[in-house]
């Protein structure tokens, strides 16, 4: 069918000025009914608009340079102002409900029609995707008809229960052990979110039993009261605890599962037993400026991103091998290898932790942690492994990254107080001028510096 693309322009600035009419209107003066009109007006709108916004991203997958889930993701997360976790939903969802050949039809249809929400749809989906690998495309479609009929007519309350019930029904006739272990493995994570405002962060987890007998025995010898107890003169962490350290311990069961946790982790670096990760052995990176390690105050940064007050950070050196990076100080180290060496060395790696602090392609979240040294100028032909010609980028930045006008090319923009942030120079295709392009996630603008004293 031959698009209109006048009429879709058309149509789009009729949808931008009839959503901004309705936000000019004087709503304290509306009676009720027409107010309760409205309300379900705009959620009928609000469940139909995700289930077009789905065909795009259809579309948009079609595109050679976003096939792969992930630039994908990115490219959404970019454009679109969100982050990265609700990019990738949005991609799994239209793969249900969107397109000629929906998985769900029913369900897609129904949400084409604003007659279900978000919930009922998560309700759904995760429902069928518990169905055991012997269920036929018919009962499938059976459970897909039967929920979107709950799902139209019942609030998402409902819909879980009558879910979980057409479930162990089914479960009860078509017994699976098959599908319960891929069940298990499917549903097994372990989530660390972001930090707080204090740097305190939050998570989730959902373990399988194996995992879980061997965090038992862990939190049963660690987390014991007057084991691994900070406030203790000196922590104990093997044997068994001093009586009078124990009964005076008032932590929680669940601040010594903490600290249970956090001992283990430490010890487990402190072993050295690890082996090493992109080049480095496995531990902690921290970063600081000089002024912050003398004055031992303000925050340091990870190579996993997050942060650390800097007292905690000289604290952390005291217990293992850690990498601790002053970039403001002089090390002496080798920097510049030239052409003697393609890989970077460990103490490339470490500059460039504090350098980049993560991929330096535009708009991807990646920490250094993730990351691989990715050469400026390629080495093959000419290139050098010097400090000044070395990068952080994720395996995707390296692999989409090369010396033509329809790859991805990078340089370093040099200022006076570092090595400079990485520019990157997008292909053709993506932008004919190839107007370069950085990456801002991971740097923090510099703080002012203080006024001198009057006197």
Partial sequence: MTIDLDEVTARQSRLESAVASFAEMPWDDLPTDVVDSLLTTLESAQRTLPTLGGELILRLRREPRLKRVKRLRTHLANLLHISAT??????????????????????AAAARHGLVGPEHLRIMR?????????????????????????????????????????????DATRDDPVTRERSRAARRDFVLGPQDADGMSRGRFCLDPEARAYLEIVLAKLGRPGMCNADDPIPTVDGDPDATAAAGDTRTTAQRNHDAVRAALRG???????????????TAIVTMTLQDLESASGLALTGGGSTVPVEDAIRMAAHAHHYLYVYDGTTGRPLFLGRSKRL??????????????????????????????????????????????????????????GPTDDEWQARRRYDVESLGQTLWYPPKSVDPSRQPRANRFHRRPNRPHPEPDAA
């Fill in 86 to 107: 609700d990019a990738g939903a949005r991609i799994a969802m239209a793969a249900d409900l969107a397109g000629d050949q929906p998985t769900l039809p029913e369900a």
């Fill in 126 to 170: 995760d429902t069928i995707a518990k169905l055991p690998d012997t269920a036929s495309d018919a009962d499938r479609a059976r459970f897909d008809l039967e929920l979107t009929g709950v799902a139209v007519s019942e609030r998402p309350e409902v819909l879980r229960r009558d879910a979980a019930l057409l479930l162990a029904e089914f």
């Fill in 268 to 282: 487990l670096l402190a072993s050295g037993d690890l082996g090493q990760h992109r080049g480095l052995p496995v």
């Fill in 344 to 401: 970077a060395s460990a103490d490339q790696r470490i500059v460039l932790h504090a350098i980049d602090r993560g991929c330096t392609v535009p708009g991807c979240d990646q920490p250094a942690y993730n990351c691989e040294v990715h050469h400026l100028i390629e080495w093959s032909p000419d290139g050098t492994t010097d400090i000044d010609r070395l990068t952080l980028t994720c395996q995707d930045g390296n692999l989409s990254a």
